[in-house]
């Protein structure tokens, strides 16, 4: 039990993070457009903490992410460096190989994992993040190929 709730904090931690760094985006864009999507991606994040703080609190409750569409883009993006001179591009680009990084862990712990339950977790877990990047991805293909447009 204690393993499933250090698993569960564990993504807790990580969706505090995203909400603070959407949230650091939010206070640094000029945009009223980029401020509100910044604002509600920061939001998505705050109810996700919530939903796994149901889970924490309840070992029974069950998450209720399906997979998405797997696009692959993030894979195809290097990760750029945080700085002063970033594009939305970049912004978008980092935010999505987050959102990768996540999910992949998540996948590989599901794999590893000997116990159903467990795995059924984690895979819920890889599904959220999927859907998270896949937002992302959406985003970043917007501003990065604006010629598409």
């Given amino acids: 039990m204690q393993k499933y709730k250090d698993i569960i904090q564990y993504a807790i931690d990580r969706e505090i993070e995203a909400e603070i760094f959407y949230k650091q985006l939010e206070s640094k864009v000029s945009k009223q457009i980029l401020k509100e999507m910044f604002s509600e991606f920061a939001k998505e994040e705050n109810k996700h903490q919530q939903i796994l703080k149901g889970v924490f609190d309840n070992k029974d409750q069950e998450l209720h992410f399906q997979p998405t569409v797997d696009y692959q883009i993030s894979e195809t993006v290097v990760k750029p460096t945080i700085s002063d001179k970033m594009t939305l591009a970049d912004v978008f680009a980092i935010a999505m190989k987050n ?15 000997s116990s159903e339950s467990m795995k059924k977790l984690f895979q819920e877990l890889a599904a959220m993040e999927q859907g998270h990047k896949l937002k992302m991805e959406n985003c970043y293909t917007d501003v990065a190929y604006a010629e598409a447009w």
């Avoid at 959102?99 to 994992?113: G, H, P, Q, T, V």
Wanted: aromatic share 14%; glycine share 0%.
């Fill in 99 to 113: 959102e990768e990084r996540a999910m992949k862990m998540y996948n590989y712990l599901a794999a590893d994992s």
